[in-house]
């Protein structure tokens, strides 16, 4: 009797593991098609992008520039270009050898004198037109000064001295800054005026100005 139970029993588990076993296997085939299903369905649908020669993206390119430099004035004598070529060396307000005969306050106002009736030009520094520092810093670098074009600094580039020190030749700086020129002696003064002026001789016509001496 006891033998016929165990193989009752036997029989009893071996029926109840196989549904089980099958179920599992069952379940394994499931997932394996869905997955096969799945990576077909990918594979069928992918997207891809190609990028042709034509839109690949350039490296960039430097910007060129040059730079123009001011054109030497023609009338300039042999000896003053040598002077005024190491002037820009010695920076601003500095005189170039300034014992020689060349450089003298007198020699600035006589040769400023030549340019009266020159138009007035905003930005010139030429005798095709001058602005009022412009007319200076050119009559300077004949004797070998190099000096900014901008009347407040040029006003900044030597010593004050007081009028009754200046002599023909000094610079006279208006408003702080705003406008200067040449001294022409006897409270005169030798500039270009403004826009619709020219170079000339006129009467110093405020007593808000001082007086500069450069490279002596």
């Not at 040059?66 to 820009?88: D, F, G, I, Q, W």
């Not at 810093?137 to 070998?144: D, K, M």
Request: glycine share 12%; with cysteine; aromatic share 8%.
């Amino acid at each position: 009797m006891n033998i016929a139970v165990i193989a009752m029993a036997t029989g009893l588990i071996g029926t109840l593991a196989i549904p089980a076993y099958a179920t599992t296997q069952s379940a394994v085939s499931s997932e394996s098609k869905a997955s096969t299903a799945q990576q077909r369905f990918v594979t069928t649908n992918a997207q891809s992008l190609v990028v042709e020669p034509a839109v690949a993206v350039t490296a960039a390119a430097r910007d060129s520039y040059t730079t123009t430099l001011p054109t030497p004035v023609a009338r300039v004598s042999s000896v003053h270009s040598a002077a005024s070529r190491s002037a820009v060396a010695a920076g601003p307000g500095t005189a170039v050898n300034p014992g020689l005969p060349s450089f003298s306050l007198d020699g600035i106002f006589a040769d400023g004198k030549q340019y009266i009736g020159v138009p007035y030009v905003y930005g010139g520094a030429t005798p095709a037109g001058f602005d009022c520092s412009g007319f200076v810093l050119f009559l300077y670098s004949h004797v070998g000064v190099h000096l900014a074009h901008n009347a407040r600094t040029q006003g900044q580039s030597g010593t004050r001295i007081s009028q009754a020190d200046a002599r023909p030749g000094d610079l006279v700086i208006f408003y702080g800054g705003a406008h200067d020129g040449i001294y022409a002696g006897g409270n005169m003064v030798l500039d270009a005026p403004k826009p619709g002026g020219s170079v000339g001789i006129r009467p110093i016509w405020t007593s808000d100005v001082f007086f500069v001496r450069i490279g002596i």
